[in-house]
């Protein structure tokens, strides 16, 4: 077994425990997640009834559906590392992490996970009360069930390349709040979070399409409604390994120049 | 015996911005940057050989974080050359971050909110340790410390000794062969202090580990380092024996009295330092000891005379602010 991954079990039983401590101000967190996809939910719904069921497609119970899956979806591929880096660098922190001989990417995804883990205490009951008060409808079918699970992981994994990426900015400028700005607004935008992609203007849904934001939320999101036929989906997945790929690729060519930047300015 | 640190004309250099105070200055620095270097270290050569402890000697801002940092792979030299276990340390290998270790008094890498013994499962897993070695070391490093009360506790709930005690474990469960301690006592009591001293000086003693220490208090240089390095504005002033450092550098030499009849006036014979009732201590200068504790004999009642060289604080304290005779 690689060394990195036979570090897993024991970063992810010690990244539980740490998150284990702070599970009420990590619940407060969730709370937010929550609150989002339930604002986006009953404006959606407000609007479909206004206009006689449906917007673009979606009726009130499949924007039940969108939301309630974008409130798993999301939870499961988000990350706060941009936020993390810049204190890293400020304070010298990142130090103890260059003088381990494993990446520290791998730490990272753990305590990720684990948070998620504990949190999911907390969104799958929040899941049951949405299904319950807003009657989602799916589309299930046993393929769009299976192919589910991989993409979740890759969007997972998608959107933890693309924004430890980004938060490598962090080595070159300290600063780096006002840069992740930019990105949260581009991402709520073209990942799907604050409207299905299909509700876009053609062209900018088009673009969408082809961006990662998408395969890392919006895409997992659709293949859990059931709404994309097979050839979609099978396309979508080959696009969304395509930019983990890609990502996969920067990262540890960004991460070579940052690593080697760090050394030249010191901390 | 082929040295196990070696550095060769090891340079580090920063470029750091320069502004005036003010809205005026801050305006203009926007369209007219000004930069200045500062050479942090500058040609410095050094080897350690397998064993030794090096106590690492320099005012604030001298460079020896630096040249730590430099040695364990944290920033990347502007000159010159360093082999640490024969590899270059700023590539940063697996296979020499294996073997080395970094302990920095003002930061920790133990994990704050969960016990300390979970920090140290998770430097197993780091440094591959097989869970035997793991059981071993813990249980070596917990009676060497005394840490059996603290490994449960979380971290967040420790004293700073407890916590620095801690850290020097963590750091040392996968047995460096190389320790670079900088100001590993910063900030403990007296007795912590000693602990972590004898700790560090039985375990050089038990592995043969090489290790090079920055420390602001002498009593750790003192108890710990055979030879010291002492660096100054980023370059080497001295290396060598610590009683060496002493002869070469200091200029005067203290003479502790006990007179018979009460103290006087002595200060026709040197600096008074200090009067206790009839113990007075002078120092004066290194070249007229002879002649003066011969006139001291001659003009006054002498129940006891030592001559000792200055504390040796005071002698770095002399070279640092450049008050040498």
């Known amino acids: 077994m690689r060394s990195w991954l036979s570090a897993y079990p024991a970063f992810l039983r010690i990244s539980l425990l740490a998150s284990i401590q702070y599970r009420a101000s990590g619940a407060i967190w969730m709370i937010g997640s929550i609150l989002e996809p339930l604002v986006y939910l009953t404006v959606w719904s407000t609007v479909a009834r206004s206009q006689g069921g449906t917007v673009g497609g979606y009726s009130t119970a499949e924007f039940a559906a969108y939301y309630t899956a974008l409130l798993l979806v999301n939870h499961m591929t988000f990350t706060w590392i941009m936020h993390e880096f810049q204190y890293r660098i400020q304070y010298g922190s990142f130090s103890f992490a260059l003088l381990r001989p494993i990446h520290p990417i791998h730490a990272d995804i753990a305590e990720n996970l684990a948070f998620k883990a504990v949190q999911l205490a907390v969104i799958l009951p929040a899941f049951v009360v949405l299904c319950l008060g807003f009657r989602p409808h799916f589309e299930l079918s046993a393929w769009s069930l299976a192919l589910f699970v991989p993409v979740l992981f890759c969007g997972f994994l998608l959107r933890f390349f693309l924004e430890w990426t980004l938060a490598m900015a962090a080595f070159w400028t300290t600063r780096v709040t006002a840069m992740n700005q930019i990105y949260f607004s581009l991402q709520m935008f073209l990942s799907g979070r604050v409207a299905p992609i299909a509700l876009l203007p053609l062209w900018i849904s088009d673009v969408a399409r082809h961006l990662p934001f998408y395969y890392a939320i919006g895409f997992p999101v659709e293949i859990a409604l059931g709404r994309l036929t097979p050839d979609q989906a099978w396309r979508g997945a080959l696009l969304q390994l395509g930019w983990l790929a890609l990502m996969g690729t920067t990262i540890a060519l960004v991460w070579r120049r940052a690593a080697r930047r760090f050394t030249a300015v010191g901390s | ?325």
Request: aromatic content about 4%.
């Open chain 2, 1 to 325: 015996m082929s040295p196990v640190i070696e550095l060769e004309r090891l340079s580090k250099s920063y470029v750091v911005p320069v502004r005036e105070a003010g809205v005026r200055a801050g305006l203009i620095s926007i369209v007219k940057r000004k930069t200045r270097q500062v050479d942090a270290v500058k040609d410095v050569s050094l080897r350690i050989d397998p064993g030794e402890i090096v106590g690492f000697l320099g005012p604030n801002g001298a460079g020896k974080t630096t040249t730590l940092k430099m040695l364990s792979g944290l920033l990347h030299p502007t000159a010159g050359e360093a082999r640490v276990l024969g590899h270059q340390p700023w590539r940063r290998e697996n296979e020499l971050l294996r073997q080395i270790t970094l302990v920095m008094g003002q930061r920790n890498q133990l994990i704050w909110d969960i016990p300390v013994i979970d920090s140290f499962d998770r430097n197993r897993v780091i440094y591959r340790l097989s869970r035997a070695e793991y059981q071993t070391r813990v249980e070596e490093l917990t009676e060497l410390l005394d840490l059996s009360q603290l490994l449960t506790k979380p971290v967040r709930n420790l004293s700073l000794g407890e916590r620095m005690k801690c850290e020097v474990a963590a750091a040392l469960l996968h047995h460096p062969r190389i320790l670079f301690l900088d100001e590993p006592t910063l900030g403990l009591d007296v007795s912590m202090q000693r602990r972590l001293r004898s700790f560090v000086a039985q375990y050089n003693r038990q592995t043969g580990a090489a290790v090079l220490l920055t420390s602001h208090y002498m009593a750790d240089v003192e108890a710990l380092c055979p030879r010291v390095v002492v660096i100054h504005h980023g370059e080497i002033l001295f290396d060598g024996k610590l009683g060496e450092l002493v002869k070469k550098f200091s200029a005067l030499k203290t003479i502790v009295l006990e007179l018979e009849d009460g103290s006087g006036d002595l200060s026709r014979f040197g600096e008074v330092v200090s009067v206790d009732g009839s113990r007075v201590t002078l120092r004066i200068p290194k070249q007229e000891t002879a002649e003066i504790t011969g006139r001291l004999l001659r003009e006054l009642k002498v129940h006891d005379l030592t001559v000792a060289d200055p504390p040796i604080d005071e002698v770095i304290d002399q070279v640092f602010t450049g008050r040498l005779a």
